[in-house]
Structure formats: C-alpha cells, structure tokens
C-alpha cells in the first residue's frame, strides 16, 4: 500500500503575488509577512510521520529555491487553473490529500481525522467559511472531471465539487479563510497567534 501523501499548495512569498486580497487593505510587504508566517504554521503543525508532507509549489521555478521551505519535498504545481492542479494530485494511487495555507488553525489532528474517514467514504472536505473548502481527500485516484464546471474562490466552490462526485462523501468541521482583512481581525480575535 503507498503511503498517504499530503500536499500543501503553496505560492512562493514574492511581493504582490501572495495574499492580494489582503495586500489591498494590508499594503503589499505587511501581506507577504503573514503569508511566510501562515505557510510556516501550516507546514509546522500538519507535519506527521504517518504520512509524506510535500509541497505543491508555483511558480515551478520556485520550487527548492525558498529558504523557509527547505526539509520539505516540492514538487511544481502545473499551470492552469485549480482544476487541473487538484487532477494532477489525485491521479496517484493511494490516499491523498490537499490542502492549502489559507487556514492556518489546521492541526495534524484534522489530518489524521480526513485520512481515517477516507477508509468509508470515497471523499472527504474540510468546508470553508466562504463556500470553498480548506481539505480535500479521497482514498485514490479521482477522475479529472470531478474539478470540472467550478467556480473556483466563490461561495458555490464546495457544491460544484460534490456534485461531480458519484460517491459517498464526508465533511469535516468548518474552518475560516484568512484571505481578506475581516478574516485576519476575526482569526485574531480568537485569541489564536501565528507563533501556536
């Protein structure tokens, strides 16, 4: 049996391309801080021996060349839109999960908790505040028409996905989004700090 793989999608910390929503209310320097910051949060806590943590990283050529990054297998995300990155990591064999760093709050546990229910259901979500999703998982290979006909970053984002899918699916409890200067005051409110 292949051991289970976690990615991590993850853009290279370069000013003016990560965390845009909240660059316009943050300035462009104060968003790429906490952009370094939430990637090394997520990676610090969803870091576990049961499965292989690695990095989804765009650009391609990013990939091996961000020092905070180092320690962690990177492979390139293809081009295109989400549909066909999310296609191209669930076309191995064996479980597989995705996740991105909008949702700095994920834990090890969360993982754990996705991997133990892909043993029952053929898919398994972590909803999002705003409609998405922060996890995707499925015990196998996913055919690339589940990413199809998905208005990606809006509040349809996690029904267009489970409609595609002819299978049992499970969700896990919601988590926010930092993507927006709300999220940011509301995720600080909770008495959570980055350095956790």
């Known amino acids: 049996m292949n051991k289970p793989v ?16 909240l660059a316009a ?33 765009t650009p391609p050529q990013a990939v091996g060349r961000v020092i905070d990054w180092e320690g962690f297998p990177q492979v390139a995300q293809i081009s295109g839109s989400l549909s066909p990155k999310l296609a191209a990591c ?37 909803p999002a505040l705003d409609g998405g999703f922060w996890l995707i998982g499925a015990h196998g290979p996913l055919h690339p028409q589940v990413f199809d006909n998905v208005k990606w970053s809006s509040e349809r984002t996690l029904s267009d996905v489970t409609r595609n899918i002819n299978g049992a699916v499970k969700r896990l409890h919601t988590l926010d989004d930092i993507d927006d200067i709300t999220a940011l005051k509301a995720y600080r409110r909770s008495n959570q700090r980055f350095g956790n």
């Open 6 to 21: 976690l990615f991590v999608f993850a853009k290279a910390p370069v000013l003016g391309r990560a965390k845009t929503r």
């Open 25 to 57: 209310d943050t300035g462009q320097v104060h968003a790429k801080r906490l952009y370094r910051m939430m990637v090394a949060r997520v990676l610090r806590r969803v870091q576990d021996p049961r499965w292989e943590t690695v990095l989804a990283v």
């Open 90 to 126: 669930f076309s191995r064999r064996g479980p597989t999960i995705v996740i991105g760093t909008d949702s700095p709050q994920i834990r090890s546990r969360d993982i754990a908790q996705a991997f133990k229910n892909m043993r029952s259901n053929d898919v398994v979500f972590g």
